[in-house]
Structures are given as C-alpha cells and as structure tokens.
T-cell receptor, first 116, second 113 residues
C-alpha cells in the first residue's frame, strides 16, 4: 500500500532553474494539495485540486504551477526557482467530501528543496 | 496572526511521564479538528479527529479534548515513550467543498531517558 508518493526526496536548484516535484496517490482520492513547511510556520497551502482537470490557488501560489490530468497524479512546477522557495514541500490527498467527521489527509514523505 | 495557535512551542520530558499540549483556534465555523504527529523527515500522520460536538477522543496513549465554546483543544500523552518524540500539529478543517485545512505551527516534543 503505497499511499502518497513524492519524488524527489531532496533537490538543490540554482536560482532561475525550473523543476517539477512529482506526487502520486493510489487511494482514488479526489482531493490533492501541495503545502510548504517553513520553520516557525504552519503548513501553508500552495495549490489544490478537487478532481481531474480542476485546480485552484491556495494561500501562497506565486511562483508555482500545477495540473491534474489524472486522479492519481498532481505535479508541482517551479517556473523560475528563487531562494525564497527553499522549503520542505508536502503533497497530500484525501476524499473531497465526507460526513461530519470529514476526511483524513494523507501526506507524502516530503521534498526538501534548497535554492542557491 | 495564525488562526491556530499551539503551546508550548517545544517541550522536553522524561520517558514514562505524561504531558499535555495545547491548541487555541479562531477558525469559525469549523468542521473538525485533528491532531497530527510528524516525525522528523516524514509527513504528518493523523492521531485523532473530533467534531464540534465531541469533547474527548482517545487513541491508545493519546487523548484529545475539545471545548468548542472556548475554542481550545488539548492533546494528552500518557506514559511517554522515546518514539513519541516528534512535532504535534493541531489542524482545523473549514466546512465546505474540498478539504481546506488550517495548520498550527506545532509543538516539538522530545522524550528523554
């Protein structure tokens, strides 16, 4: 049972480079999201998707793009990396809607990105 | 100002001791509140979930409480173990479509011999 798989686990980029962080889930979850985690701050939502073909911006979307061509995959693209994007990135998936107990978000292992 | 505040920021306790972590939130209305455990270098994992109508929920040595009137939650860990060393994050879900979450900054717990 793979759950949510993120690759790579570590990455170093030079300022201005672009790259794609991969995220895949095998639980048939409609809802997928990307967060960044910085010291002293809670996880912040970058982009999210409620289903294939549908994406929307979160709290901190600038400098990032996403697409959702399939239910399973939700890649995050950094268009032109900046030192301010140095962070740990987490992908999460869950069911989009549920009874009052809500849904549990399942997180990937994270990608530690350093932009120099 | 963060809508979910946690205290203390960090805590060191001896193995076998109990501890209580606090979470105050201003998110309103909210659908449910979860406590997540995040081990170093890993993603968060859900420990407990409570809706606004629930006061307490247990998961083994973890017991969460919720006071929806004062907008406070606590996570009590009994008979701590070295493996409890982690960050504990309080997360509030906003009602509506999707699964929008508001995260606290976490309490870093270290359990020592």
């Amino acid at each position: 049972n793979a759950g949510v798989t993120q690759t790579p686990k570590f990455q170093v980029l030079k300022t201005g480079q672009s790259m794609t962080l991969q995220c895949a889930q095998d639980m048939n979850h409609e809802y997928m999201s990307w967060y960044r985690q910085d010291p002293g701050m809670g996880l912040r939502l970058i982009h999210y998707s409620v289903g294939a073909g549908i994406t929307d911006q979160g709290e901190v979307p600038n400098g990032y793009n996403v697409s959702r061509s399939t239910t399973e995959d939700f890649p995050l693209r950094l268009l032109s990396a900046a030192p301010s994007q140095t962070s740990v990135y987490f992908c999460a998936s869950s069911y989009a809607s549920a009874p009052s107990h809500g849904t549990e978000a399942f997180f990937g292992q994270g990608t530690r990105l350093t932009v120099v | 100002k963060n809508q979910v505040e946690q205290s203390p920021q960090s805590l060191i306790i001896l193995e076998g001791k109990n501890c209580t972590l606090q979470c105050n939130y201003t998110v309103s209305p909210f659908s449910n509140l979860r406590w997540y455990k995040q081990d170093t270098g890993r993603g968060p994992v859900s420990l407990t979930i409570m809706t606004f109508s629930e006061n307490t929920k247990s998961n083994g040595r973890y017991t969460a409480t919720l006071d929806a009137d004062t907008k406070q939650s606590s996570l009590h860990i009994t008979a701590s173990q070295l493996s409890d060393s982690a960050s504990y994050i309080c997360v509030v879900r906003v009602p509506g479509g999707g699964n929008k979450l508001t995260f606290g900054t976490g309490t870093q717990l270290k359990v020592e011999l």
